[in-house]
């Protein structure tokens, strides 16, 4: 398996389709994604620390605490590309009193469409 594909398809998990996404950049040279899950992390990401009323220095800080050491700059690229290893996403969804699932913007409840 190619370590950059993105796995697609039913059997690809959110998780292995998050860890394995490959960045691309766009006309303005921003970093964007062929796979819009992504985006939609990304944007899981920010709307977790927001609802938190946590700024990006009080978020790592509670890592600090916890002994796990990041950077606002590392912060602020998971926010901004959606990509984020699956410990550091245990360690965030701890911080901000979520799940994983809820930190990268899943619900509860998701109708699972089966192809016919």
């Known amino acids: ?14 998780a292995a389709r998050l860890a394995l996404a ?19 992390v990304a944007q899981a990401l920010r709307g977790a620390r927001a609802r938190t ?3 990006e220095q009080q978020v790592v800080a509670v ?6 050491k990041i950077t606002v ?9 959606g990509v984020i290893r699956v ?8 911080a901000y009193g979520i799940t994983i699932d ?7 409840y998701r109708s699972h469409h089966r192809p016919e």
């Open 53 to 55: 009323g946590m700024s």
């Open 22 to 40: 490959r960045p691309e950049t766009d006309d303005a040279g921003e970093r964007t994604h062929a796979d819009p899950f992504v985006d939609e």
């Open 102 to 108: 809820s930190l990268a913007g899943r619900r509860a």
């Open 63 to 68: 890592l600090a605490e916890q002994g796990f």
């Open 87 to 94: 410990d550091a996403a245990s360690r965030l969804a701890d």
């Open 1 to 14: 398996m190619n370590p950059h594909a993105t796995p697609s398809g039913p059997s690809a998990t959110p």
């Open 73 to 81: 700059t590392r912060l602020r690229g998971w926010e901004r590309t």
